[in-house]
């Protein structure tokens, strides 16, 4: 079994920064694609990055230019460092990854249980 635990979340005024990680957890598996999802309240879960293996990222155009996200392969870990924050980053941020876990070969998509950013003065 694999679990992914977010942490980080937290309040910030805005303009500030937070630093978002997530880690992988458990045995026999390979991870491949990573990304961070958001939810508002009662809005709908939304991608904000991705990451490949190789590295190779994707952003939300509304967070492009003050999110950056990384990660170690070595660790299983992904960030989200979050720059210029603005009232409406407010939400609930998800780790998200697709896994490879076996043999026999299983492909999953896993999600960690969310960290809370609220963004106000």
């Known amino acids: 079994q694999v679990q992914l635990v977010e942490s980080g979340g937290d309040l910030v005024q805005p303009g500030g920064s937070l630093r978002l990680s997530c880690a992988a957890s458990?045995?026999?598996?390979?991870?491949?694609?990573m990304g961070w999802y958001r939810q508002a309240p009662g809005k709908q879960r939304d991608l904000v990055a991705s990451?490949?293996?190789?590295?190779?990222?994707n952003y939300a155009e509304s967070v492009k230019g003050r999110f950056t996200i990384s990660r170690e392969n070595a660790n299983n870990t992904v960030y989200l460092q979050m720059n210029s924050l603005k009232p409406e980053d407010t939400a609930v941020y998800y780790c998200?990854?697709?896994?490879?876990?076996?043999?026999?070969?299983?492909?999953?998509?896993?999600w960690g249980q969310g960290t809370l950013v609220t963004v106000s003065s």
């Open positions: 998200n990854a697709n896994v490879v876990v076996g043999p026999p070969a299983r492909y999953l998509e896993i």
């Open positions: 458990g045995s026999n598996f390979v991870i491949n694609n």
């Open positions: 990451i490949t293996k190789s590295a190779r990222t």
